[in-house]
């Protein structure tokens, strides 16, 4: 049978046009059956009809929370052990409290529904506002150290105090302290070919790389996901969680033209280590496939309560509670009754926390949201001013810290209730990465936050309403198309 050219033409056409065609719906499909915010889901298919190939191409690598089948194996097999470790930790009730105050009261009430557990008592807890108060203090840890040194981080990079970190945990590792280190692929990417890195193996510590970046292995797990926790336990007892990575501010990034990266770190001292090991033990495992021992139990002493601390870890990622750290982050703006302070580098928040903010602000808290004029990712910079115009409109007051970049993410509750770790007011915080936030309940440890921020206020500017709204028309532009693309951010 003879085919014309014509009719072959048309053939291929009809056919080009169905597998087009069916790409499109079946990834619509895909993504409307998901339960996801609807922002989330509208972004997600603007762009696949606006650039449908790319667009699939893009949500088949970075549209979905996956781990893959063998670390999802790993996650399953680490909940029975899990469940008996809290099991035997809920024993020692004296290191459990449920006496919180009012405001505290729902998020801790919200934490125990999902962990089974109270709040940590009889804690000690040091706030360290510069780089060099932070490293300072963890190199005389480091150096004091007798048993073992876990580290989970985002970034480590070379120069300055980092340096001499590295040389400390050296020193404890030549004197039989274990020392294992756990760093994303992404952000530490020049380090693990470092001469201190190299260094720090041949002195038998374990560096590990988390989620290794390569294009072949978006086909078993999400491209884009990262573990982005900061913490460091040693010798079971000392924690230190926040927002900085393993990077001396004078070294990092100075070619970016936003000036010194500023953050905070929280030093622990008591019975949250023990959950701070957990954690960082269901990481290892999930990564490397290796068990290792849970933390010993210690028999807590509690403190004397003026140096009583309560907190709560949360920690957040896939394989853990689904929008946890998106339920307490709504938990404590609804709790509000006189003050909210926020601080956060990059500004992209759900619909729900979006309107949680503008109704506490209506119904009489005075909400106040600092973050950088100069940042370093310039989709987020277009992309969270989409948001000032209702919050604004609400009576929000928002402030942009000048001349360096604000790295710190924190909230602060009526000066009693703190959440400090290293979750950004983003899709990529609240819904992908491995994250962790420690929650706070001390009206002592309020004041000390609320001092810090007054501080950061003094070098802000605050955005005025009317002057705002003139802004040029091609800003709300930019704004909305980059708002559009918030699920890449």
């Known amino acids: 049978m003879n085919i014309s050219l014509g009719s072959l033409y048309t053939l291929l056409s009809s056919l080009i046009f169905f597998l087009y065609w069916l790409m499109v719906v079946s990834t619509t499909l895909r993504i409307v059956t998901r339960r996801r915010p609807a922002t989330y889901v509208v972004s997600w298919l603007l762009i696949i009809y606006i650039v449908p190939i790319l667009g699939t191409i893009l949500y088949l690598l970075i549209g979905e929370v996956h781990l893959g089948k063998m670390r999802t194996h790993r996650a399953q097999s680490l909940r029975l052990d899990i ?114 890195c190299l260094a720090m193996k041949a002195a038998n510590i374990e560096i590990i790389e988390v989620l290794k970046v390569h294009l072949l292995r978006f086909i078993f797990r999400r491209l884009d996901l990262r573990q982005h926790r900061k913490m460091i336990m040693i010798d079971n007892h000392i924690s230190y969680t926040g927002s900085m990575n393993i990077v001396d501010p004078r070294y990092f990034k100075q070619d970016k033209d936003v000036g010194i990266w500023i953050d905070v770190m929280i030093r622990m001292n008591g019975p949250i280590t023990t959950l701070m090991d957990i954690i960082f033990a269901s990481d290892w495992q999930l990564e490397t496939g290796k068990r290792i021992a849970l933390p010993n139990i210690p028999d807590f002493s509690t403190l004397p309560q003026e140096k009583d601390h309560i907190l709560q870890v949360i920690a957040s990622g896939p394989g ?103 979750v950004n007011l983003d899709m990529r915080s609240l819904w992908l990465n491995f994250e962790i936030t420690t929650v706070i309940d001390n009206n002592h440890f309020g004041q000390q936050i609320k001092k810090l921020l007054n501080e950061y206020l003094t070098q802000s500017v605050e955005i005025n309403k009317d002057f705002w709204l003139q802004r040029p028309f091609w800003q709300h532009i930019a704004e909305r198309l980059f708002y559009f693309f918030s699920p890449l951010l």
Not at 100 to 117: D, G, H, R, W, Y
Not at 331 to 359: E, G, H, K, R
Request: glycine share 4%.
């Open 320 to 422: 853990y509670t689904d929008d946890m750290i998106h339920q307490v982050l709504l938990t404590a703006i609804y709790a509000a009754q006189q003050q909210i302070i926020i601080t956060t580098p990059y500004f992209v928040p759900s619909d729900m926390i979006l309107q949680a903010l503008c109704t506490a602000a209506l119904r009489g808290v005075e909400v106040v949201i600092i973050v950088p004029q100069h940042n370093d990712s310039l989709m987020v910079k277009w992309a969270s001013r989409a948001f000032f115009t209702e919050l604004l409109e609400a009576g929000v007051k928002i402030f942009e810290f000048q001349h360096n970049l604000l790295h710190t993410k924190s909230v602060l509750i009526d000066e009693q209730l703190t959440l400090i770790g290293t």
């Open 83 to 196: 469940k008996q470790f809290i099991q035997q930790l809920r024993n020692y009730s004296k290191i459990f409290t449920h006496h919180v105050s009012q405001v505290a009261k729902p998020i801790f009430n919200l934490c125990k529904s999902q962990t089974t557990l109270d709040g940590f008592c009889g804690n000690q807890i040091e706030l360290l506002t510069s780089a060099e108060q932070v490293f300072d203090r963890l190199i005389a840890d480091v150096d004091a150290a007798t048993s073992n040194i876990e580290m989970v981080f985002y970034i480590w990079n070379e120069g300055g105090k980092a340096d001499q970190l590295a040389l400390a945990l050296i020193r404890a590792a030549n004197r039989g302290v274990q020392c294992r280190i756990m760093l994303d692929s992404a952000g530490s990417r020049r380090f693990f070919h470092s001469p201190h």
